[in-house]
């Protein structure tokens, strides 16, 4: 099992262009979700998804849109990209069920806007 | 924010010494879950504990939860040079799908 893989892993961009991070897991998880990280904060929650063509906000949701088409993939894009968004992006997916609380986490994109 | 806060922000210990990390946080939770990241690497998860647990083993780690005072305690026993990484606590909030992570405690073991 791969687990949870990220593409790309690293990209710049310039002010207002657009691209999409593709996040896939092969575990059959039914959670997955985006998260960004920055120094001295953690990780944040940007969208998230509870199944196959659900999403839901999380808490810096504003400037990204998520897709969740099949069960494995999970899609994040930036549609005009800010400087404010270079940063590193982490997917991660999990299992449902009460057991099922660990988060599998991917490599993580470095993304830069310029 | 409803982010948990780890303490210290950093750690500098002799290989062998015990690593004790701490993470407070503001809501009523279902479980605390701690989380290991390498440089430049993803999350591990290392251990979980669940709102009525006190304390729960793993290998040379320990760790206590008090939800009366809502912080945790992460304990690392023996380190070792290995044990060099970053280390977050995360909460997951009773009814929600998500997990708040606290901003990171980075442990240095220098062999």
């Known amino acids: 099992n791969a687990g949870v893989t990220q593409t790309p892993k690293f990209r710049v961009l310039k002010t207002g262009q657009s691209m999409t991070l593709l996040c896939a897991q092969d575990?059959?998880?039914?959670?997955m979700y985006w998260y960004r990280q920055d120094p001295g904060m953690g990780l944040r929650l940007i969208h998230y998804?509870?199944?196959?063509?659900?999403?839901a906000k999380g808490e810096v949701p504003d400037g990204y849109n998520v897709s969740r088409l099949k069960k494995q993939n999970f899609l994040l894009g930036l549609e005009s990209a800010a400087p404010s968004q270079t940063s590193v992006y982490f997917c991660?997916?999990?299992?449902?069920?009460?057991?099922?609380?660990?988060?599998?986490f991917g490599p993580g994109t470095r993304l830069t806007v310029l | 924010s409803q982010q948990g806060e780890e303490d210290p922000q950093a750690l500098s210990i002799q290989e062998g010494e015990n690593a004790t990390m701490n993470c407070s946080y503001k809501t009523s939770i279902n479980n605390l879950q701690w989380y290991r990241q390498n440089s430049g690497r993803g999350l591990v998860h290392l251990i979980l504990i669940r709102s009525n647990e006190r304390e729960k083993h793993s290998g040379r780690l320990r760790v206590t939860l008090d939800t009366s005072k809502k912080s945790s305690s992460l304990l690392i026993t023996a380190s070792r040079a290995a044990d060099t990484a970053s280390y977050f606590c995360?909460?997951?909030?009773?009814?929600?799908?998500?997990?708040?992570f606290g901003t990171g405690t980075r442990l240095t073991v220098i062999p």
């Open positions: 575990m059959n998880h039914e959670y």
């Open positions: 995360a909460t997951r909030q009773t009814g929600a799908n998500n997990l708040f």
């Open positions: 991660a997916s999990k299992s449902s069920g009460g057991l099922g609380d660990t988060q599998y």
């Open positions: 998804s509870v199944g196959e063509g659900t999403t």
